[in-house]
């Protein structure tokens, strides 16, 4: 009868796991559809809520059921899925156990106030207001760390939150890699940027459209690449998100930009990426870690792979550009379908992470990395934050940051507590690449099927080998699992370097 | 140090309250958001939180404190608001804690399989295939009455849930009254009919009305009557409903229909009726009975009153009528005004409930409560109903019901195991008219105010008078406080006999 204990431990898994989901339709309403006044009871409802799941997946272990299992699990007495239930659940249990009541209570708050705070400092571009909420949350974050424990440096402790199993060494060394080859890259683009004529074929795209056929041409896209909109929905916010209330129910949000249907595209594509994987996860592990996504590296490498990888590629838009013209012959009609490409795939230093092209988007990264980084470990101060920023914006990119507002204040993740986050946006980049050459081995047909717009084959593959083994494999695991190697910068770099070199500098 | 239980027991139940709130916005959801293949978790969700419900509320007395309090409001005690919360919330304490857990899901599960059977016995015609159902929930339902307990019928413990107060006795004698009147008056109407021209000016409205443009008339209309869409919804569902998430979040529904747009309109007053009453509940007092609404009765006169009191009279179309035809030219410029009224107002004796008009509409009340009345006194066998139906269709309304779906199977109530629902149908019309006749004293401009748009007054009214109130009065209480006198059905036989005799008897 060893299976009794881990059906109960399932048991009181999935009932967290209701609430969980239930708490994710809150925040989605609350994001998608209820009405502005709502807000303060939604707030209390979400707190009230918040509460009940750390209380009830506390009390999991009331009775010693995770402990008793633990030790089996110790004593390898356990099946391959029992093992990932039980070692998953103690992580997360342990972690959440070691951090006293009064100090998470303690941290929400702040954290509320810091956001708060912050808003109003990049609002004002007024660094110093934010400043001691910034040191508050720095000095939060590093007891955090301590309650927690960790190697030698306390930012493992925060980054294995987000990305389990990487530290801050780990996550240096692919990324200094990545960085050696993209300050020198970058540069030699800008300077062939610089070079090509103004009237050349990376100019924006002008005209005007209208937000329902953009949703319509999106959604289109959406279902061909194999979103299940029967299992799903599509809506507009201001800041686009994925969200899984249950592999059945899955919900993913764009915004859009009348005068640029590529805006809400791009955020369609990349939830839909996330959604894909959030629909694939297996609906009868439902509430245990067995249906839950690996790691956000992990998570965002489906988002990437779908917007940058293929979507950004010119086998896609041989499918998906003639029916782009269709819907807005103004001014597609005109535009060939090799500017629009360029277009799409134009390379330019700037100062906003979220706005920025595939290849500069991460020196951003790798700036707030090393910030961040320096902040935890105590090798940079907060009050000298602005001047580090501007220093590195000018030798990573070679640009001068005018202002904090589009520096050091334009995240929300710091002043929302969320230190070691950043990487995995990066690490997203670096997984999808490592994933893709592999599957384009796996799939040598593969341009040729995107082309034809036949996508069924690449959501298999993903299914197959990331989606439906939820948290069976650690994202290391895993890496190696599906691609034969660990993970490295070398994909990655190789896909930039033909991609961009052939557009940029031939 | 008197008001400490009291806090704490408006504490427990605002956590319930907030758990109350989220299946509301979880059934909301579902019925109006949700994709198709998330029904299955949804269904698990929403099991899963009404059982923490039900857990939460009975365990408000695990420490005695609401039986300390319940003593203290036998003796006195307590202050006004307080003793509202004690004994609104011991009447459904107590209620529940007399139903054994055994039963209570005995019933749930029957009723979930009847409703599906139900379902089923519609769409092929077939009671027989009902009939064991039906039996066994009326078997339930009294059995029920016995664990609850009541005076002189069972029917009374039923009828309670919904219209507290309430018995029997109570509800017969109001409703044959009006049945007194009703039977005669319709028949009249009905022979007035038959004379007049088939080019008479009751006929119906043709043409095509997009669904965003009856839309936007609809909320043009809620906004400008006092709904406040700052604070609420509209949106369609196949079953138009009204539900208070929050008072400064309430979302209503409706139903379109392409080719009559009054069919979407008057679900929209309806429920715009429901929703003032649920946004006019006072939130400072959210959680607690005292920001409830007082019955299902009152909760309807509130819709009604809108629905036929007001948004089908003269003086509210002279205002609107003007609207409607610059939104719908088509047909509506070549329609007089008077012509639109009486088409509105037309009264036909007809099969389906849902479909008749604010005449009729009680009759078919009137045969519901009944006959649903003789089952659970045991006056009536439910293998008979059939025949009963059809019987008392020919005496009530004078026409022959064709089959039993169009007769006996077509209201989900039954199979839902809602019996004492129907009456709080008519009882609020006969609220509504005493309420409504009270109004008009009190605001002798009233019918000029309407006819110039000027809503205000109307909801202050109804605001000061109802709404505010929450469940401070009973039904009976309240009828008293605001008319003078208790619940009669005098006021809405006047009401009728005005309006339908000047249409059709003059």
Same mark, same amino acid.
């Given at each position: ?74 004593? =390898?007495?356990?099946? /391959?899925? +029992? #093992?990932?239930?039980?070692?998953? @659940?103690?992580?997360? *249990? ?129 279902? =061909?690449?194999?979103? /299940?909109? +029967? #299992?799903?929905?599509?809506?507009? @916010?201001?800041?686009? *998100? ?265």
């Amino acid at each position: 009868m060893n299976s009794k204990p881990i059906d109960e431990l399932k048991k009181r898994l999935r009932n967290v796991s209701h609430l969980v989901s239930i708490l994710n339709l809150l925040e989605w309403d609350r994001d998608v559809m209820m009405p502005k006044k709502g807000s303060d009871a939604r707030a209390a409802s979400i707190a009230h809520l918040a509460g009940m799941i750390h209380e009830k997946f506390v009390s999991i272990d009331s009775d010693g059921l995770l402990t008793d299992l633990k030790r089996k699990l110790d004593l =390898k007495k356990l099946k /391959d899925s +029992e #093992a990932t239930i039980v070692s998953e @659940t103690w992580r997360t *249990f342990d972690r959440q156990r070691k951090l006293p009541e009064k100090f998470v209570e303690e941290s929400a708050e702040a954290v509320s106030k810091a956001h708060t705070v912050w808003a109003e400092a990049r609002e004002k571009n007024d660094f110093k207001l934010f400043l001691p909420w910034l040191e508050k949350i720095i000095r939060l974050k590093r007891k955090e760390a301590d309650y927690v424990g960790y190697g030698s440096s306390p930012y493992d402790a925060l980054i294995d939150v987000f990305e389990p199993g990487m530290t801050a060494e780990s996550t240096a060394r692919v990324l200094n890699d990545l960085k050696k080859f993209l300050m020198p890259f970058i540069a030699r683009i800008a300077a062939s940027t610089k070079r090509m004529s103004a009237k050349g074929p990376t100019r924006g795209i002008k005209g005007h459209f209208p937000i329902e056929q953009q949703a319509a041409f999106n959604e289109m896209v959406a279902r =061909k690449i194999g979103f /299940d909109l +029967e #299992a799903g929905r599509i809506d507009a @916010t201001t800041h686009p *998100f994925a969200l899984g209330i249950h592999p059945t129910d899955v919900r993913i949000t764009t915004r859009y930009n009348e005068s640029d249907p590529l805006y809400s595209f791009a955020s369609v594509i990349h939830e839909v990426g996330h959604g894909l994987y959030e629909q694939g996860l297996p609906a009868e592990h439902f509430g245990t870690p067995l249906a839950e996504f690996v790691s956000l590296g992990i998570h965002e490498s489906q988002s990437r792979m779908w917007q940058n990888f293929i979507a950004q590629s010119r086998p896609f838009w041989r499918y998906f550009y003639p029916k782009l013209q269709k819907e807005f012959p103004k001014p597609f009609r005109k535009i060939p379908a090799e500017d629009f490409y360029r277009a799409m795939n134009k390379v330019e230093p700037s100062f906003i992470r979220t706005e920025s092209d595939e290849v500069t988007y991460n020196l951003h990264i790798i700036l707030r990395f090393e910030i961040e980084k320096g902040l935890i470990e105590g090798t940079i101060k907060a009050k000298d934050l602005p001047k580090v920023w501007k220093s590195k914006m000018k030798e990573y990119f070679g640009i001068k940051v005018p202002t904090d507002s589009l520096g050091v204040l334009q995240d929300v993740h710091w002043s929302s507590g969320l230190i070691g986050y950043f990487p995995t946006y990066s690490l997203g980049n670096l997984y999808a690449a490592q994933f893709f050459m592999r599957m384009k081995k796996d799939m040598p047909n593969m341009n040729r099927q995107i082309a034809k717009g036949e996508f069924g084959p690449i959501k298999s593959w993903l299914r197959k080998n990331i989606h439906m083994h939820g948290k069976t494999h650690t994202a290391a695991q895993l890496v190696e699992r599906v691609t034969g190697e660990p993970l490295t910068s070398k994909y990655f770099i190789n896909y930039l370097e033909a991609k961009y070199g052939n557009l940029y500098l031939k």
